[in-house]
């Protein structure tokens, strides 16, 4: 088996665990970020931009996965000498926030399998609780991106973890695929799961009293879905 190529992702940045990979802060991604933190940035302009950063994170996670030798033909009449991707992928949204995220995978894989999964917190224990999920009936033997765009304390995101575990999936094979992170969330997810791997577009400063991501971009889902 051939190994993918050194990913062009960011390591993790000091105090943040070694599991984590951030995009390459670039101008153009910053621009993206601050017009989706902006308030006053339309529906129509917040679907379209985190839309643009969400394909990149995809393309990014697509990096991470274990690739084979396979040589090819080209029309040329020359042998190419190149690689293919070994093993099937899975993408599994949180919902609902992590549906915004699907259509972002769709277009660079075709026919890709998703799952799903729906986390809400529990009125009387206040963690938080499986109230609905559905798979890929081989999805144990696949590579799974796990889908959801804010990690803010992680809780959300652990508990989709041990979902997918007890559905046999080795740690090793999930990928969670993420817009924006607080340190916090992330210390506490990847000191839960340390051989997993975390992709994610920007860690912000942290989280407020309310567990709030600051400066964040208030709350996707209302801000992807409501008018």
Not at 119 to 134: C, G, H, M, N, V
Request: charged share 25%; with cysteine.
């Amino acid at each position: 088996m051939a190994t993918a190529e050194e990913p062009a992702a960011r390591p993790s940045p000091a105090g943040i665990p070694h599991n984590v990979l951030t995009l390459p802060q670039t101008t153009q991604l910053e621009a993206l970020y601050t017009i989706i933190r902006d308030k006053d940035t339309s529906r129509g302009d917040f679907i379209f931009y985190t839309d643009r950063i969400i394909r990149l994170l995809v393309e990014e996670g697509l990096n991470h996965l274990p690739v084979v030798s396979r040589t090819v033909e080209t029309p040329t009449g020359a042998t190419y000498e190149g690689v293919g991707f070994e093993g099937r992928i899975c993408g599994v949204s949180i919902l609902r926030a992590g549906e915004a995220m699907e259509a972002g995978l769709r277009e660079v894989c075709r026919s890709v399998r998703i799952g799903k999964i729906l986390i809400q917190r529990d009125e009387e224990t206040a963690q938080p609780k499986l109230f609905y999920s559905k798979f890929p009936p081989d999805i144990a033997s696949r590579y799974v991106l796990l889908l959801d765009p804010m990690l803010a304390t992680g809780g959300s995101a652990m508990k989709a973890v041990e979902v997918l575990l007890a559905e046999g999936v080795p740690e090793e094979r999930i990928i969670f695929i993420n817009l924006i992170a607080a340190p916090e969330g992330l210390n506490t997810f990847c000191s839960r799961f340390p051989s997993l791997r975390v992709i994610t577009g920007w860690i912000d400063k942290g989280l407020n009293d309310k567990a709030y991501i600051i400066p964040g971009l208030g709350d996707f889902g209302e801000r992807r879905y409501c008018a």
